[in-house]
């Protein structure tokens, strides 16, 4: 099959034209604006109906979109011609022309790939090349166009920040004191709960935490605390809301525990919360003994310093 471009590889004042060509694996393209030469753009096959693009566009070309109409005409001819079924592109991740040029291609982000080695030091065998991460961003030949509300919205979700959510109950006896996990992978103690997955509410997330772990149903009665966590230990930040789960003074008695994550249970005075817990913990839990309604709205435990 012909490698050379079809009559109809143009948008707008936009045209690419066959520069050189390695057989099929590996096609690049000039691209032309207004009629002047102002980049070019290359796909090479990586097997499996898979192939990588790259581009670059002349600084006196750059501002126009250029680099977008470009690429998505590669793309289209990367599916059309070459038959590939997904096409990958990587971008270093502090430079934000290269992504929103991706993005607007309809490339997805992936995620980043740590390390990676260029492609020239690679395609040398030379383990001494350089690495650096590098996003990952890619499209699909069943992925809609960028142009249409589909397509964007899938750019867009994939390039949007996501943020950890947890989920914890507040679960006290008849003497006031508060439900603590022992628990096998950290040393500090902690409220019953865990990681929100993705699709699930906070609420839903907790009573199936508990069961799981606890094998025991609860049900939450309200939201009193969203509490805001930086960085801590290694563990990016993330967002824990905390449930109000009510007085249950039998409900170590009823537990049979998951081995692989919980210890034992205890119940614990505000002082031997101190002692055992994380310091957001207690700053949290001494906060929330003095709440009388509503939600409080807390970061790393504490009133925000507003």
Not at 184 to 206: C, F, I, M, N, R
């Amino acid at each position: 099959m012909s490698v050379h471009p079809q009559p109809d590889l143009r948008d707008g004042d936009v045209a690419l034209r066959l520069d050189e060509a390695d057989g099929r694996s590996a096609v690049s393209f000039l691209v032309e604006h207004q009629g002047r030469v102002a980049g070019k753009v290359r796909v090479r096959q990586a097997g499996d109906g898979n192939g990588e693009l790259c581009w670059t566009v002349h600084p006196e070309h750059r501002g126009h979109g250029v680099a977008a109409r470009a690429v998505r005409l590669l793309i289209r001819y990367a599916f059309d011609e070459l038959g590939l079924h997904r096409v990958a592109a990587y971008a270093d991740p502090e430079d934000g022309a290269s992504l929103r040029t991706a993005g607007r291609a309809g490339l997805r982000r992936e995620g980043l790939v740590r390390a990676s080695q260029e492609d020239a030091g690679a395609s040398r065998g030379d383990h001494r090349a350089e690495r650096h991460d590098r996003v990952q961003l890619a499209r699909l030949a069943t992925d809609p166009e960028p142009t249409s509300r589909d397509g964007f919205i899938g750019v867009l979700n994939a390039a949007l920040p996501t943020k950890r959510i947890i989920a914890q109950g507040l679960i006290r006896n008849s003497a006031g004191e508060i439900l603590l996990c022992e628990l096998t992978y950290k040393k500090e103690w902690d409220l019953p709960g865990g990681v929100v997955d993705p699709h699930e509410s906070p609420a839903q997330a907790l009573v199936r935490e508990i069961w799981e772990e606890l094998q025991v149903e609860v049900l939450p009665r309200s939201l009193i605390a969203v509490n805001w966590l930086p960085r801590y230990r290694g563990w990016d930040d993330a967002m824990l809301f905390v449930f109000d789960v009510g007085v249950d003074d039998q409900v170590i008695a009823r537990a049979h525990l998951e081995p692989r994550e919980l210890e034992s249970l205890h119940w614990c005075t505000l002082e031997e919360v101190e002692l055992r817990a994380a310091p957001y913990v207690t700053r949290m839990l001494h906060r929330l003994a003095h709440l009388t309604e509503g939600t409080a709205y807390l970061e790393d435990g504490s009133d925000p310093g507003w």
